[in-house]
């Protein structure tokens, strides 16, 4: 998240001191990013370095110490709101990595693997959506912060779901036909899948040589 | 105290090399002002679950009490009388009776188990207004939005003296913000005493529950620990 566009957005309303910047930021966040006062004026420092913000030139730095937004700085705002944020290649993400590395593991009971992952993201989504039910409806920045909180959350568990029922339909797939189309016992997929044990890994080198996996 | 208790409770359809094992062993309960959700894939037997504790259908073995009593032990009346007394149900589809009104659909279910029919009426109104619906009561159900069919259908379950809630994917096809409303709905009608079991493989909907459990073909394999306060999640990371 960008601390020097959160700063440019509460000076567009005006003047403003560095402390107030602290508390009005962290309000505006649903109190869910909390920020250093250090961090606040070494932002402001250089927001002054690069022309988008103004002091007051002759005042002492500290508390007191005023800051305006100004017409470059007003720009550079108005272009990042509008400015799509980078989401072009997959993210490495650790989970997905753990995910991939148990499959290789043999031995690794993976589902076991998923719902760990999978109880502790429901366990954290209890949690903001306990915040939802007490607190953000009288905050709209916290509701707006926790709803996208809940999402992303959501989002991972689906990929934990799909991901599972990928490996449980490969692994009954390996078992045979027989054993495929018979009644399922849920054990066949759990130790290990016969699959990821043939010693050729090479689906995630080849994912990242087609769309580059951010670092 | 405990308003669902299931012990044991195993179902298998057919026989033989056909033989499916829906539910094995399952043991769960559920106290009075709690929201328990069960997640779980399709197949997993969630819906067995819940019909085997709203006594729509019999466990092939294990105990079910629904406010202490078995039901196993009822006769088939009995249990008929258990079940329009002290159980409601949410559906997917809503499930409304489409020849009556919303304040009709309310007050069947009391109007069946004889209460007079003004009363039964009026314990309708009056739910109807509790959950925003004041002014829908004589409103037939396709005069009604999908979030408002299914903020009726709340009502006729939490109406007169149920104590179980048993609700099916109750949001699963309205749009997140009445997906919302009626888990809010829900989790309002539990702060106030009753008991529901709310099954559902949607994560957003089951963080409502005060526990969430894991089923898997069958069998309850995880669940949740109790929340911590939202304070934890709201310093977490802060600045000295």
Known sequence: MSVRHALLALLSEGPKYGLQLREEFEARTGEVWPLNVGQVYTTLQRLERDGLVESDGDAQDGPQKGFRITAAGTEELTGWLRTPSDMSSPPRDELVMKVLVALRVPGTDVPDVIQVHRRYLVELMQQWTRIKETEADSDMSLALVVDAELFRL?????????????????????????????????????????????????????????????? | MSVLEMRRVSRCYGQGAAEVHALRDVDLTVDAGMMVAVMGPSGSGKSTMLTIAGSLEEPSSGEVRVCGQELTTLSRNARARLRRRSIGYVFQDFNLLPGLTAAENVALPLELD?????????????????????????????????????????????VGEHQLLLADEPSGALDSVNSEAVMRLIHGACKRGLAALVVTHDAQLASWADRVVFLRDGRITDQTAPPPGPESLLVQGQNP
């Open chain 1, 154 to 215: 959501d989002s991972v568990i689906r990929w934990l779901d799909a991901a599972e029922g990928r490996i449980r339909r490969a692994a009954l797939a390996d078992a045979g036909p027989d054993t495929a189309s018979g009644p399922q016992t849920g054990t066949q997929y759990i130790h290990g899948i016969k699959g990821t044990q043939r010693g050729t890994p090479g689906a995630l080198p080849s994912v990242r040589r087609r769309v580059g996996v951010r670092k």
């Open chain 2, 114 to 158: 004889g209460v007079p029919a003004r009363r039964a009426r009026n314990a309708a109104t009056q739910g109807l207004a509790g959950l925003g619906l004041g002014d829908r009561a004589e409103h037939f159900p396709d005069q009604l939005s999908g979030g408002e069919r299914q903020r009726v259908a709340i009502a006729r379950a939490v």
